[in-house]
């Protein structure tokens, strides 16, 4: 009854079958662990910030470039504040506020930019403190540069002069004349009665959207397979169906032989008979 398996129509089901479910499960399985890598790096990085507020400040050139693993360490760095900026549409404890940035200039050229702390109500530069003069040290946990539209941070254009959207030395070599570093402090203790800012997570550490997207893609993987398995076997039984029913004599045999009526230049059926047994009658002479 199963012979049917080995026709090409079925050799060409079951190949696909056997190629579609290891593939699926494969994904699903890459998805998932995609998945557990983000935990176990919003994991670390709780585990790290929880351990910088405990140890000793580093100078700022020995935690550079920033990543996963320097982020949220307490850096410290000397120099001269420069320019002031304004980050507005930041919220802090469920409130709208700004942030006050101010560029710190170092010995080397470039300049740092350092979060002084956080006001609430709009970007307004008369109330943004003066930043302290002269030769300063600053102390503060060290942060990746933001990237607009992610963990946040607005993708804002057509900001007020004195303003920008994100912190990041992208935007703000546009905003000065000399080099920024690709990173940034906020300062533990904020300036002149702000609010200091938290510290957040590194990019690609959090549970964020793209976390629970990994894990709705693993769901979705394994429905295929299962899919797959259920279409397979759906199949299967249809075929066995339709061969039981033949041989029952249950379906037509579509090489029955087409009615004579239905053949063209073809006689319609026999003669019909005399009813009476007479015999033909022979025409007369006249």
């Given amino acids: 009854m199963y012979r049917f398996l080995l026709t090409p129509r079925w050799w060409g089901i079951n190949v ?10 494969f994904m699903g399985s890459w998805q998932l662990s995609r998945f557990e890598a983000r935990v176990q790096d919003h994991r ?19 935690l550079l470039p920033v ?12 120099g001269r504040y420069g320019e002031q900026l304004l980050v507005p549409d930041r919220e802090l404890d469920g409130r709208q506020g ?7 200039r170092t010995d080397d050229g470039r300049a740092l930019p350092v979060v002084r702390g956080w006001l609430p ?5 008369a109330e943004a403190p003066a930043a302290p003069t002269g030769e300063v040290t600053v102390t503060g946990a060290l942060q990746a540069s933001e990237v607009p539209g992610e963990n946040g941070v607005p993708a804002r254009g057509g900001l007020p002069s004195g303003q920008t959207a994100a912190i990041s030395a992208a935007s703000l070599v ?23 800012v938290p510290v957040t997570a590194a990019n690609d550490t959090g549970l964020d959207l793209k976390a629970f997207q990994n894990l709705g893609y693993t769901g979705e993987w394994f429905v295929f397979a299962g899919f797959v398995v259920f279409m397979w076997f759906r199949l299967l039984r249809r075929e066995v169906e339709s061969i039981r029913d033949a041989e029952l004599g249950l379906v037509a045999d579509e090489t029955a032989a087409v009615p004579a009526a239905g053949r063209p ?10 009813p009476a047994g007479d015999q033909p009658q022979q025409p007369t002479n006249a």
């Fill in 121 to 125: 109500g709009d970007a307004d530069r």
């Fill in 265 to 274: 230049g073809e006689p319609t059926g026999k003669p019909a008979e005399n």
């Fill in 44 to 62: 670390t990085a709780g585990e790290l910030a929880e351990k910088a507020e405990h140890e000793a400040p580093r100078p700022l050139a020995e």
């Fill in 16 to 25: 696909f079958v056997l190629l579609a479910i290891p593939f699926c499960v």
């Fill in 174 to 196: 546009n905003l000065v004349s000399y080099d920024v570093y690709d990173a940034w402090i906020t300062l533990a203790k904020a300036d002149s009665g702000m609010k200091p």
């Fill in 67 to 78: 990543d996963k693993a320097t982020s949220g360490r307490q850096a410290t760095a000397s």
């Fill in 98 to 104: 700004f942030y006050v940035l101010t560029l710190l």
